[in-house]
């Protein structure tokens, strides 16, 4: 079975270079991501969008870029490994397919480190994350880093039983969380029950009450329709978990300089309209907080409740981090808590 659908795979990805247009293009650069084929629907084909406009544009048509959304050719984690065969040439890969193949992601899953989205920006932009890019690189290989799109923003939690305002709230609630040990050990020291479990999955087991809630960025909410199957929305604010825009090593290599330039260049001005729209749907009457609040109960946390859930659930994570990565995953959490502090205490234009 597996060697027929790469087989169905290469046909449809032969047949959309043979008829696509460029295609005397010299290289053609072939994206494949999970969400909607709507730019101004989802931060993920924003940044695919608008990088496909600058690469085709400025190189004029040298290199041809595909994308291939809704999981056209495969789920997540098989995007990661049709990125490192060389199927595809990019993806934006979650956390939880990208802790298949790169387990210190973790590192990034310190609960309520963050104060805001632009201390995010400035971490995963800055030192650390080019530190984390290049452990990536390394320890895969067969890739290249380029960049930590938003996924839409900070996780807020929802559920069908009571609003959450302290620790006690979560208590006997069960809360999806991705396959990764640091999200389950989160909401497990917050008090609830951490119930794993696949994407497809979710609306239907909390339909079904299988599980209580779930926790996922504001505009994962309203796209996925949870206010259909939640009653309370409670903004946590309290992981920021990015996707890796990677590409293939070979595919990278193969480029010319200017062309590696032109490259990174769209990447940065693609990073600004994905998160930019991230805002937009957060703050939108249709998808946002707005929408939202005429659907679901919606409640914020005061900063001393947030401070008691983050003495809560920090120091088991970090605990988890340095027991489990090893030195490098000890010298990369150093680093991401340093450069987040610093973030923290930054004030824009001073």
């Given at each position: 079975?597996?060697t027929?659908?790469?087989t169905?795979?290469?046909?449809a990805l032969?047949?959309n270079?043979?008829?696509?247009?460029?295609?005397?293009?010299?290289?053609?650069?072939?994206?494949?991501?999970?969400?909607?084929?709507?730019?101004?629907?989802?931060?993920?084909?924003?940044?695919?969008?608008?990088?496909?406009?600058?690469?085709?544009?400025?190189?004029?048509?040298e290199i041809?870029v595909?994308v291939?959304?809704s999981?056209?050719?495969?789920?997540?984690?098989?995007?990661?490994?049709?990125?490192?065969?060389g199927?595809l040439q990019?993806?934006?890969?979650?956390?939880g397919?990208l802790?298949?193949?790169?387990?210190?992601i973790?590192?990034?899953?310190?609960?309520?480190?963050?104060?805001?989205?632009?201390?995010?920006y400035?971490?995963?932009?800055?030192?650390?994350?080019?530190m984390?890019?290049?452990?990536?690189?390394a320890?895969?290989?067969?890739?290249?880093?380029?960049?930590?799109?938003?996924t839409?923003?900070?996780?807020s939690?929802?559920n069908?039983?009571?609003p959450?305002?302290?620790?006690?709230?979560f208590k006997?609630l069960?809360?999806?969380?991705?396959?990764?040990p640091?999200?389950?050990?989160?909401?497990?020291?917050?008090?609830a029950e951490a119930?794993?479990?696949s994407?497809?999955?979710?609306?239907?087991?909390?339909q079904?009450g299988v599980i209580?809630?779930?926790?996922?960025?504001?505009?994962?909410?309203?796209?996925?329709?949870f206010?259909?199957?939640?009653?309370?929305?409670?903004?946590?604010?309290?992981?920021?978990?990015?996707?890796?825009?990677m590409?293939?090593?070979?595919?990278?290599?193969?480029?010319?300089?200017?062309?590696?330039?032109?490259?990174?260049?769209?990447?940065?001005?693609?990073?600004?309209?994905?998160?930019?729209?991230?805002?937009l749907i957060?703050?939108?009457?249709?998808?946002?907080?707005?929408?939202l609040?005429?659907?679901?109960k919606?409640?914020s946390?005061?900063?001393?409740?947030?401070?008691?859930?983050?003495?809560?659930?920090?120091p088991?994570v970090?605990?988890?981090?340095?027991?489990?990565?090893?030195?490098k995953?000890?010298?990369?959490?150093?680093?991401?808590l340093?450069?987040?502090d610093?973030?923290?205490?930054?004030?824009y234009?001073?």
């Open positions: 079975m597996k027929l659908t790469k169905l795979v290469a046909a032969a047949a270079f043979v008829t696509a247009p460029f295609a005397m293009a010299e290289k053609v650069l072939r994206i494949g991501h999970d969400n909607k084929a709507d730019m101004m629907d989802n931060p993920a084909h924003a940044f695919t969008g608008v990088f496909k406009n600058i690469v085709e544009t400025a190189t004029n048509g041809k595909q291939f959304p999981n056209q050719l495969g789920n997540a984690k098989e995007h990661i490994q049709m990125v490192r065969d199927q990019g993806t934006l890969s979650p956390v397919p802790a298949g193949y790169y387990p210190r973790g590192v990034l899953d310190i609960p309520f480190a963050f104060d805001n989205n632009a201390s995010t400035q971490v995963l932009d800055g030192k650390f994350g080019q984390l890019a290049r452990d990536i690189e320890e895969m290989k067969d890739v290249k880093i380029l960049g930590f799109p938003d839409g923003g900070f996780f939690v929802t069908s039983k009571r959450i305002q302290n620790l006690e709230d006997g069960r809360i999806r969380t991705m396959t990764l640091t999200h389950q050990k989160i909401i497990q020291s917050l008090g119930y794993p479990l994407w497809g999955e979710v609306y239907s087991s909390l079904t209580d809630g779930q926790m996922n960025p504001v505009p994962t909410v309203s796209f996925a329709k206010n259909e199957v939640q009653k309370y929305l409670t903004l946590t604010n309290h992981l920021f978990a990015p996707y890796t825009f590409v293939n090593k070979k595919f990278h290599d193969s480029l010319t300089a200017e062309q590696q330039k032109i490259i990174a260049d769209a990447v940065e001005i693609a990073l600004s309209a994905n998160r930019g729209l991230s805002r957060e703050a939108s009457d249709d998808r946002g907080l707005a929408g609040k005429k659907k679901m919606i409640n946390l005061t900063n001393e409740q947030r401070d008691s859930m983050r003495q809560a659930t920090q088991g970090i605990t988890y981090i340095n027991e489990t990565h090893g030195d995953g000890a010298e990369l959490l150093e680093l991401f340093s450069e987040v610093k973030a923290n205490k930054a004030t234009l001073q």
